[in-house]
Each structure stands twice: as structure tokens, then as C-alpha cells.
């Protein structure tokens, strides 16, 4: 099967035929369709993200059950799938607690880049291949574990669907299950690339009224008032900070969600809050950033800072749901995907969400 693997970090894909054994006990193996262009595994590639190397990355994606290991009973060949990046065991504390994104498996997938038992099914001559966060979508055929793998109804065109199983449900989450937005609220958004984009839909799904979109490039400001943006603010020419108190009246915003993963627009996130804003951190800085915080008004304006991973879903619930919003016409999901490439180009892909010129892409699978 054809993979695009990352050997070292700072280095580009090498897309190439990788061996891939069949599924074990509790595993099943799925033909990708589409795998989606996301920035996380550009954090990888730069190294401000570690992950266990070299190994097949992308970790949004959307396919079909090819074939299934022993004792597998949520789905069977044919099915269509969206693959989780943090799978759920369904037997921890945070599963049985509601929170499926913290797993403790999840984690011990993501830091070995094995599946459970703690072996790689994906090899290149005497090479063995990790698995990116359970779940490697830039393979043309991937194994996963069965808790890993959520079964979709088969109508949704999957290029499309793949794009809800990270962007959507993170950035739609971080909205409903993590801030909890109150219909009427004031909503500042930092960030409006795949994952910010859909931060701003998840507003305007509830019902928000202000949502103020911040980014540095105009075309995205488009996309977010697409979205449903309300104002934009284009910080390259403008101090965000000044121009989202100008907007409210001076006072700030209800909800601030840092959708970029830099320290200082983190802190802009948290100096934009109004009494009793909640400023939600999405993105990810690197692992030694540290942003100072003004003590007074977390205490005088009762301000809360609080972080959200995987929208804190419940992806098993939230990822068929999603995908019937869409096809009710309540979710969108077209303006997001602006280009599919072959997997051949995925280093193209990249360097053009790099430059800023796609909100979403796909690769597809030939
Ligand atoms: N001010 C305003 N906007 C900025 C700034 C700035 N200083 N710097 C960059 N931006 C804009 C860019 O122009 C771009 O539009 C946007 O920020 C970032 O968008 P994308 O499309 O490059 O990135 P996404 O949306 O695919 O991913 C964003 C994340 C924050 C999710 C990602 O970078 C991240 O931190 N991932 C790690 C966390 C994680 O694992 N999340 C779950 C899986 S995605
Ligand atoms: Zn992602």
C-alpha cells in the first residue's frame, strides 16, 4: 500500500509502498478515501510536537472497513468510517466519567506509536513504521484499533465527512462541550484556519451574537465571515486586543478561544475577556511555553482560562451527529474543503496551508 511517512522531524513526506499486516485481535483494517491536511501533523514535522518516528501521520481522515481482525463486533467490511484520534477504551476513568478524549489509552497509543498490544503493523523492508495517534490516515491502507474507528451512514460523500472527524469536532466542541456558549453571548475567536472555522460555525450554530474572527490573512477572514462571522479583525494591521474592546463597548468578550497555539495570542485571548469570560486554549504551543497571567482580574472578574482537547467530545455520539447536521443542511462543510490533492503531493498540500492558502484539504488515495 502506498503511505506517506515522516522519517526524522524537519524533513518532508516520502510517499512510498509501505508493508501493512493484516488486522490482530480487536483490530480492523480500513481503505482510506480521503485524509485530511490538518496543522497538528505539521507540529510534528517541524518538531514542536514529538511523536515517535519515523511513522505514517495524518490523523483526520474518512474510509471503509477493508477487513476486520478476531472478536471485532462495532463494525464489519463495507462500513464507513471515521477514524478518532484519540480512541476511547470505554473502560478508564475518563471513558466512564463522559470524557472519551482523555483516555488513558489514547495517550499510551499517541506516545508508542504501536497499537495496544504494543506492536506497529506497519513495516518498510527491516524498518518498523509507527502509527501516528492510533490512527496514520496518510495510508492508502490503515490498521486501527476497533475503538478507534466510529461507523458512519454511508450517504455523506467521505472527503467531506473526513473533515469532521478533527477539524469539525474540535473547533464545533470547543463551542458546545468545553465552553458551553450561551445563545446571545459575545464570542472572540484567534485563529481561523481549519480548526478556527469551525469554532466560528459551533458559535453560530448556538447562537451566539458578536462573533469576532482574528486572523493575519484577509482570505481567511472571508472564509470566517462565511462561517459565520459577525466582524473581522485582520491583526497584521490592527491591535486585536484594542479593536475586540472597541467592538464591545469596552467591555470584552464572553468567550475568547485561542485557536493558533502561540503564548501571545493566548494572552491576548485572556485580556479580551469581559467579567466572568471563559478563555478556551485549543491550540497547542511548544511543549516549554509558559504565558504570564494578570492575577487581579482572574479574581475581581471571576475569568476562567481553560483548555480543550478533541472538543471535548464524545466522538462515538458527536461524529454521527455532526455528520446528519450536514446532511440536513445545518452544518457546513463544503465552503471548509477547498482542495483535494493526490497523495503524491501531499508536501504541496502542506506548503500551501503553510502559505496560508487553503482553510482545509484532502488527500485522496488512488
Ligand atoms: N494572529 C492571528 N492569526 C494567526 C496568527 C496570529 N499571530 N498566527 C497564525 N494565525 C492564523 C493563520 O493565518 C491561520 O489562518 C490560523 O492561524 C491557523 O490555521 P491552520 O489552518 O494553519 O491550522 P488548523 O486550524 O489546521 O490547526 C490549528 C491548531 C491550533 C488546532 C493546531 O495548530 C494545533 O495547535 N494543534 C495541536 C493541538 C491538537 O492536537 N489539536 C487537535 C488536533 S487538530
Ligand atoms: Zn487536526
Known amino acids: 500500500m502506498k503511505a506517506a511517512v515522516l522519517y526524522e522531524p524537519k524533513s518532508r513526506f516520502v510517499v512510498e509502498d509501505v508493508e501493512v499486516q493484516e488486522p490482530k485481535h480487536g483490530e480492523v483494517m480500513v481503505r482510506m478515501v480521503a485524509g485530511g491536511v490538518c496543522h497538528s501533523d505539521l507540529h510534528v514535522v517541524k518538531g514542536d510536537m514529538v511523536a515517535p518516528l ?24 463495507g462500513d464507513h468510517v471515521i477514524p478518532l484520534w484519540r480512541l476511547s477504551c470505554g473502560q478508564c ?51 486501527m484499533m476497533e475503538q478507534a474507528v466510529v461507523k458512519i451512514r454511508n450517504d455523506i460523500p ?19 462541550n468545553a465552553a458551553q456558549v450561551r445563545p446571545g453571548a459575545s464570542v ?20 451566539a451574537g458578536k462573533i469576532i474572527a482574528v486572523d493575519l490573512l484577509d482570505n481567511k477572514l472571508e472564509c470566517a465571515r462565511e462561517m459565520g462571522a459577525t466582524h473581522e479583525i485582520n491583526a497584521s494591521q490592527t491591535d486585536p486586543v484594542a479593536n475586540i474592546k472597541e467592538l464591545t463597548g469596552g467591555q470584552g468578550v464572553d468567550y475568547a478561544f485561542e485557536v493558533i497555539g502561540l503564548p501571545e ?5 485572556v485580556e479580551v475577556l469581559r467579567k466572568r469570560g471563559v478563555a478556551v486554549i485549543v491550540g497547542v504551543t ?9 492575577t487581579f482580574p482572574m ?31 445545518k452544518l457546513k462543510l463544503d465552503p471548509l474543503l477547498t482542495r483535494t490533492y493526490p497523495l503524491e503531493q501531499i508536501n504541496e498540500a502542506y506548503d500551501a ?12 488515495f488512488s
Request: some cysteine; hydrophobic content about 45%.
Open 353 to 364: 496551508l503553510e502559505r496560508g492558502e487553503t482553510a482545509r484539504s484532502v488527500v485522496t
Open 158 to 176: 467521505l472527503e467531506k465527512a473526513a473533515l469532521v472527524g478533527c477539524g469539525v469536532i474540535t473547533g464545533v466542541g470547543a463551542v458546545v
Open 93 to 143: 476513568e475518563w471513558c466512564l466519567g463522559g470524557r472519551p478524549a482523555l483516555c488513558d489509552a489514547a495517550a499510551q497509543i499517541r506516545s508508542t506509536g504501536c497499537l495496544l498490544d504494543g506492536t506497529s503493523r506497519f513495516r518498510k523492508g527491516s524498518t518498523e513504521i509507527k502509527h501516528f495517534a492510533g490512527v496514520s490516515t496518510f495510508a492508502s491502507l490503515s490498521v
Open 265 to 269: 495570542t493566548i494572552s491576548q485571548s
Open 54 to 77: 519515523p511513522a505514517i501521520l495524518g490523523h483526520e481522515g474518512a474510509g471503509i472497513v477493508e477487513r476486520v481482525g478476531e472478536g471485532v463486533t462495532n463494525v464489519r467490511k
Open 188 to 207: 472572540a475567536v484567534f485563529g481561523t484556519g481549519g480548526v478556527g472555522l469551525n469554532v466560528i460555525q459551533g458559535a453560530a450554530l448556538v447562537g
Open 286 to 294: 511548544r511543549r516549554e511555553a509558559t504565558i504570564a497571567l494578570e
Open 299 to 329: 479574581v475581581f472578574q471571576e475569568r476562567t482560562v481553560m483548555g480543550s482537547i478533541y472538543g471535548s467530545a464524545r466522538p462515538r455520539v458527536d461524529v454521527p451527529a455532526l455528520i446528519d447536521l450536514y446532511m440536513a443542511g
